[in-house]
């Protein structure tokens, strides 16, 4: 009788394909588990992805913005039509509201603050108003104030004489009750300017109006350290020289006003 023949074995499939076909099988339940316990809102995410899109110039495959309309992205360059080039993209609708209603809100914002340091000034003016009448210095300092801060506007003409950096000795009581006014807003930022007329200096220490209201704003400053309780940190002081004036230069009149030195408080919602 003829030998029978065994049965040919027939390879299978390698082990670690075996293991690997597991590990697929578990991370797609895995991911499906995820998308079940997960809610998204497809088109606020819409909104979203356009406003970014629109503002921050994120265009598709990476393209970036740069110079005036020159685009570099994958084989796109030197296109100057920029918003074409946005059109294409597919900018939405959807994303001008967003940004429309985020500049909004910015804008409710910043009104929201400005009237509240505009309510903060007038508060901490009509208390320094009160404190300037009680020493009897209203013919001496105008007040005014901003959003910013209060200004006490003192007389060139009270403190110094002409082409001088010199403090009068009829100034200094006036500066040691402005110290004492001061010192109750010691934890404010406390600025002191300089202003002169536009008349050339001629024959003086000084040689233009630049440097003679540096001088005598610092001459303020250093008077008020000296004498008042203040923090220098908080404290400082700068010229502006003819730059900035209030009356009418070509008057004596009003050179007389535009020589001054400005005393700004600012307020505690202030940018300073």
Not at 113 to 123: F, I, P, V
Not at 144 to 157: A, M, N
Request: charged share 25%.
């Amino acid at each position: 009788m003829a030998k029978r023949k065994e049965d040919e074995v027939k390879p299978g499939a390698p082990a670690w394909q075996s293991t690997f076909a597991d590990l697929m099988n578990l991370l797609l339940c895995f991911f499906v588990l995820l998308f079940s316990m997960s809610t998204v809102d497809a088109e606020k995410f819409e909104m979203i992805a356009a406003s970014f899109n629109q503002t921050f110039s994120i265009f598709s495959a990476g393209a970036t913005a740069i110079g005036d309309g020159i685009l570099i992205s994958n084989g796109v360059s030197q296109l100057n039509e920029l918003d074409q080039y946005i059109n294409s993209t597919g900018k939405m609708d959807q994303g001008e509201i967003v940004s429309d209603d985020m500049a909004t809100a910015v804008a409710e914002a910043q009104a929201e603050l400005e009237k509240a340091q505009m309510e903060e000034s007038e508060e901490l003016a009509e208390k320094i108003e009160e404190a300037v009448e009680e020493n009897n210095l209203d013919k001496e300092i105008d007040i005014e104030f901003t959003s910013q801060y209060v200004q006490l506007t003192l007389k060139g003409s009270l403190l110094f004489d002409s082409g001088s950096t010199q403090l009068k000795d009829a100034a200094l009581p006036v500066l040691d009750q402005v110290g004492v006014i001061l010192e109750r807003y010691g934890d404010s930022t406390i600025e002191i300017e300089g202003h002169t007329d536009n008349v050339p200096m001629s024959g003086a220490k000084y040689s233009n109006n630049d440097e003679l209201s540096s001088g005598r704003a610092l001459s303020v400053f250093n008077y008020l350290l000296s004498t008042a309780n203040l923090d220098p940190a908080m404290m400082k002081h700068s010229g502006r020289g003819e730059y900035v004036p209030v009356a009418d230069n070509s008057t004596a009149e009003g050179r007389t006003m535009n020589r001054r030195v400005e005393i700004k408080i600012y307020n505690s919602l202030s940018s300073y």
